[in-house]
């Protein structure tokens, strides 16, 4: 996550951050808890692809509760109060006690309903250009605590590398490096169809199925064989939510078999989709794959190459 700014300034007064997607190689949701949330075991990492946010000091006195405003190129994204980066900003505010006012300008590239985490991403973004404009640079801890009360996947984006992510995503610790670098820099292809789906509904939807879960030492298992191997990120790819989103949009791992199939690749869905992703060869080309993905799912259908961050 970069931020740009003028280094002259002190306090800077505008800034624009780099907000990445991430995926997850790994998820295994283990069980649904007493508050609602559910536990999960995930291997998750941030892409060199992601949307950007411009912030930008504001001297206009309207009304403390529009103290912070916010625009988007992207229809149909929320600009309101709805919007994690309005929390975000509204977070930061109540925990400095900052009372400058702000105009957010987000770039959107990001699919929404992707599984892709976009919006804990532009909130983590907004949080580290209120930093700056803010002159307050929040301790770790605090800036964890405020990430995890915006979102279950807010905290990852705190981090620079890959993470394993525990709980209901707040318990985030990096991948060790030795695994890392098995990763880092991995040549991978996201798409997605023209529909979203909603994080919630895949949620509930588990829990009413009650038969996707997976045991957490099982989850743990995989993982920790993974790690004291030296097998490649291929080996390591699971989740066990497909199994939702397929059940009620079988165009996806129609797609994903065909793809396997005629290409060889092993496409797997990310967090609750509906994006999808496939590790690549180096010099693998992926003009073909995204051809037949578009045939299959149509010409709107989202495609982007990326490397693992």
Request: charged letters at 20%.
């Amino acid at each position: 996550m970069f931020i740009r700014g003028d280094p002259r300034l002190a306090l800077w007064s505008v800034v624009t951050v780099f907000s990445p997607a991430k995926i997850n190689l790994l998820l295994a949701v283990t069980g649904r808890r007493a508050d609602g949330f559910h536990e999960l075991v995930s291997v998750v990492t941030k892409v060199d692809f992601g949307d950007e946010i411009r912030a930008e000091k504001s001297s206009i006195q309207n009304s403390e509760s529009n103290r912070f405003t916010l625009e988007c190129d992207a229809p149909g994204v929320p600009v309101d109060a709805s919007n994690l980066v309005l929390r975000a900003a509204e977070a930061y505010a109540q925990a400095t006690g900052w009372g400058g006012r702000v105009h957010f300008k987000l770039t959107k590239r990001i699919p929404v309903g992707a599984g892709l985490g976009g919006g804990s991403s532009n909130a983590v973004a907004a949080l580290r250009a209120l930093e700056r404009l803010g002159g307050e640079k929040l301790p770790a801890t605090k800036l964890a605590e405020l990430a995890a009360a915006l979102g279950s996947d807010c905290p990852l984006f705190l981090h620079g590398g890959p993470v394993v992510m525990r709980g209901r995503g707040d318990k985030v610790e990096p991948l060790p490096e030795t695994a890392a670098r098995r990763l880092r820099g991995r040549r991978v292809l996201v798409f997605k169809p023209s529909f979203g789906i909603a994080t919630a509904w895949a949620y509930q939807r588990m829990a009413a199925r009650g038969t996707d879960y997976v045991p957490a030492a099982g989850a743990e298992r995989r993982l920790a064989e993974w790690l004291g191997s030296d097998a490649p990120a291929e080996q390591l790819l699971a989740n066990n939510m497909e199994a939702v989103a397929f059940e009620k949009y079988v165009g996806l791992p129609v797609l994903m078999e065909m793809l396997h199939a005629e290409f060889g690749l092993a496409p797997r869905m990310s967090g609750s989709g509906s994006a999808c992703f496939a590790l690549l060869g180096e010099k693998q080309a992926a003009e073909p794959v995204i051809a037949r993905i578009r045939e299959c799912w149509g010409a709107g259908a989202f495609a982007v190459v990326t490397r693992l961050a």
